[in-house]
């Protein structure tokens, strides 16, 4: 599928989960309250990055072998679903004994089957991510592009039957979550089914190509999200609630670099951007997207989440418009990110995002205690900033393009 073909599907698919995914978390927003939002966004964030610590290796290597040597897609699927049954029983059966001894770090406010249902869900996230990355690899791109669809489709429509049918609070939603990542799981694994047999060797081949891109990766995943933590920690769980709006916004609007970089990997993989000029096209108008979006937001943004959210979230506005350059930079930035990833994650993939944490984490630390939610959107934006600096002059070292070439117009 050309680069053109495969981005107006996956857009089109793209557009389909944003809409349902913001009328899902403006239902959750309305029912769960300030501090049952700020609840969910701690759990959502840890299973997040369980999810990346456990699979992530594993997601970056399938998509990389499936591209590189279509002809093993049955043994990465077949590795893939052992290595997920493992996942399961160890860390479910692990979660089960822990939640009945004092190990459990209760300060955090979450029963012993929220913790059960979380950790189930990180091990579904992974193999959901196996299977996906399969079809990404493989240039599947419309499958790629409806399993988000599915899922989010299933999420919504299940948590409008759990508010008919059940006492609707945290531990509800984990149970649509869960439910909803599992059938979209199985469809995922459906259509990237291919015989194949178990090969130890591959398996380790995975990691090891996939290690790389899973740090790099978890780092960045950092970097936008451990605020969430901190904000949690100086403040409280009504106040994150609040700050969680923002988050879920911003993550919407990196939506749509997410979609063009996606598109552009197994371009990358299979050699058909060696001469940089598919990724320096779409970084341009990937830059236009995102100051096109900035500016709407600026315009509309309080509105949008009075009508959306209710007027206890209204202070979510003014984190998200200091969040608005930072989120400009790095979406521009995450398309030559892609580039590098596909080229092997050279160093600067890993201590780039490494660095910009670093300085997220330090200038949170200051400015959340002395200016709030202002002052982590403020210190998110000026990490994404330098973050994505690093990244333009590593893309410019590694494909000598100046900063005309760069730059829309």
């Known amino acids: 599928m050309n680069y053109l073909r495969g981005l107006s599907v996956t857009a089109l698919a793209t557009g389909l989960t944003f809409c349902l995914g913001f009328a899902n978390q403006a239902l959750l927003a309305r029912l769960l309250g300030t501090e ?27 998509a990389y072998h499936a591209g590189r040597q279509p002809q093993r897609v049955g043994s990465i699927w077949k590795n893939t679903t052992w290595y997920c049954l493992a996942l399961l029983a160890g860390t479910v059966g692990i979660t089960v004994i822990v939640a009945g001894t004092s190990l459990v770090p209760w300060g955090w406010p979450f029963t012993p089957v929220q913790l059960t249902l979380a950790t189930a869900l990180i091990t579904v996230l992974v193999a959901q991510r196996g299977y996906n990355a399969i079809l990404l690899g493989s240039d599947r791109l419309a499958p790629y592009a409806l399993i988000p669809l599915l899922f989010i489709t299933c999420y919504l429509v299940f948590n409008a039957l759990a508010l008919s049918w059940l006492e609707f609070g945290l531990t509800t939603v984990l149970i649509a979550w869960l439910a909803a990542a599992t059938l979209a799981m199985s469809v995922a694994a459906a259509f990237a089914a291919s015989p194949g047999a178990v090969v130890g060797g591959l398996l380790r081949s995975t990691s090891c190509v996939g290690g790389r891109g899973a740090v790099s990766a978890t780092l960045i995943f950092l970097l936008f999200r451990s605020d969430i933590y901190l904000v949690e920690h100086f403040l409280d769980a009504p106040a994150l609630g ?34 940089h000029a598919t990724s320096l096209v779409v970084g341009r108008w990937t830059l236009l997207f995102s100051l096109l979006v900035a500016g709407m937001v600026i315009v509309a943004g309080r509105p949008l989440i009075y009508w959306c959210f209710g007027d206890d979230y209204i202070g979510a506005y003014g984190p998200l418009v200091w969040m608005l350059p930072g989120l400009v930079a790095a979406g521009f930035a995450s398309i030559l990110n892609t580039k590098l990833a596909g080229q092997g994650y050279p160093p600067v993939t890993l201590w780039g995002p490494a660095v910009a944490l670093t300085v997220n984490v330090a200038l949170n630390l200051v400015l959340i205690p002395r200016a709030g939610l202002i002052g982590a959107a403020q210190a998110t934006s000026v990490a994404y900033i330098l973050w994505a600096l690093i990244v333009t002059i590593a893309y410019q070292r590694h494909t000598g393009s100046g900063w005309r070439q760069l730059l829309p117009g």
């Open 242 to 275: 609040v700050y969680a709006i923002a988050i879920v916004l911003a993550e919407m609007i990196q939506r749509g670099p997410n979609v063009a970089g996606a598109v552009l990997l197994p371009k990358v993989l299979r050699g058909a951007d060696d001469d």
């Open 36 to 62: 049952g939002r700020g609840h969910l966004a701690l759990v959502a964030t840890s299973v997040l990055l369980g999810g990346l610590l456990f699979g992530e290796w594993l997601s970056r290597g399938n």
